[in-house]
């Protein structure tokens, strides 16, 4: 069955403390795997598509990874602003929906 | 500007009362989705629609019935057969070809009365 987790399901971190958010997926063949920041209320936010191992994204201080198993979120010196829902997806190379994680919750205190 | 647009941003339902959740998008998408979100779970489809009259169930369909007249709109109906409607629902949009992101809206939370 095709699978997504996120981990961890929270994190807090002080401004200016780096870390990294994990999409693990297990599917019968990768088409795209995409990241998405939600606010509180909101709907989510397109960041990333990844497409093959090794690729890589980034966007001011967010950095997209990608291996055969697992996506990483780095994100480096965050600030108060980054606090969101952090969600990753995955299209299996067999059919075209989206399959999401349930998110990691990231909260950056000053 | 374009953009995905849902209405009510709120909506609350009576016991035994059919409510429709408006979703509009002007991106020239073919494409358009209904997710719903609960609590700690990731989100999960509810029907999609790749071209105007076609629409295809997704995971979790029993309850809802959708149309699409238009390219543009995607209305969902929730209607009294779904027992547990409270959530928050989320419709998105995308160009069908060459893998491309869904694009969403800023969704619909409904709660029962």
């Known amino acids: 069955e095709d699978q997504v987790t996120q981990s961890p399901e929270a994190l807090r971190l002080q401004e200016g403390e780096s870390s990294s958010l994990n999409c693990s997926y297990t599917v019968s063949g990768l088409r795209g795997l995409f990241w998405y920041r939600q606010d509180p209320g909101k709907g989510p936010e397109f960041l990333f598509t990844l497409y093959s191992a090794g690729e890589e994204k980034e966007k001011e201080r967010l950095k997209a990874t990608l291996t055969k198993k697992e996506s990483f979120l780095h994100i480096t010196a965050p600030k108060p602003e980054d606090s969101a829902t952090y969600l990753c997806?995955?299209?299996?190379?067999?059919?075209?929906?989206?399959?999401f994680g349930q998110g990691t919750e990231l909260s950056v205190k000053p | 500007d374009g953009g995905i647009t849902q209405s009510p941003k709120y909506l609350f339902r009576k016991e035994g009362q059919n409510v429709t959740l408006s979703c509009e998008q002007n991106l020239n998408h073919d494409a358009m989705y209904w997710y719903r979100q609960d609590p700690g779970q990731g989100l999960r489809l509810i029907y999609y629609?790749?071209?105007?009259?076609?629409?295809q169930k997704g995971d979790i369909a029993e309850g809802y019935s959708v149309s699409r007249e238009k390219k543009e709109s995607f209305p969902l109906t929730v209607t009294s057969a779904q027992k547990n409607p409270t959530a928050f629902y989320l419709c998105a949009s995308s160009i069908v070809q060459n893998n491309q992101p869904q694009h969403f809206g800023d969704g619909t939370r409904l709660s029962i009365l």
């Open positions: 629609s790749q071209i105007v009259n076609d629409f």
């Open positions: 997806a995955v299209r299996p190379a067999q059919g075209g929906k989206l399959i």
